[in-house]
């Protein structure tokens, strides 16, 4: 059940984030060019937000697609449910929970700035949550991966 929240989570992640970038690529040229050189660099310019919305959104859009990825063929593996696949979920798991605590730890940079729009006040939300119930899911699948260690198999007590 975590499995599919958590796929609904990074699925609306990914959605407002890709629509962050989208909006970005599109405004940028009208809205950099009065700006100074070093601002000026950066590929993508955000119109909105802060200074920390172009790495938020960028991390966010990253981790939104690997835990919908995670989610997946975390849902697969934890089906059938033997030693390699429940290794495989662990290990993807997480990895997607270190892509999303590095974007909550921007969404918290994010806050503290201030000065945000409402769309992206709801991507820092979900992606908080996201983390929370990533970490839930992490934790419940390296439980059931421990019960197909090798010294638990190797002992017959499987």
């Not at 590929?43 to 990825?69: K, W």
């Not at 063929?73 to 662990?90: E, H, I, K």
Request: aromatic share 8%; charged share 10%.
């Amino acid at each position: 059940m975590l499995l599919f929240l958590n796929l609904g989570l990074y699925i609306i992640v990914t959605i407002i984030a890709g629509w962050a970038v989208n909006h970005a690529i599109e405004r940028t040229h009208e809205t950099a060019s009065v700006l100074s050189i070093p601002a000026r660099i950066f590929p993508i310019y955000f119109p909105m937000g802060n200074m920390a919305t172009g790495l938020f959104v960028i991390f966010s859009l990253i981790a939104g697609v690997v835990g919908v990825a995670t989610s997946v063929t975390g849902v697969t593996n934890v089906l059938q449910w033997d030693a390699p696949n429940l290794g495989a979920a662990a290990a993807s798991s997480l990895l997607t929970w270190t892509l999303t605590m590095l974007a909550m730890g921007f969404a918290c940079k994010e806050i503290y700035i201030g000065w945000t729009d409402a769309n992206l006040r709801t991507l820092e939300v979900i992606t908080i949550v996201a983390s929370a119930t990533q970490l839930i899911c992490t934790g419940a699948i390296h439980a059931g991966a421990e019960e197909f260690t090798p010294t638990t198999l190797a002992a017959g007590t499987v």
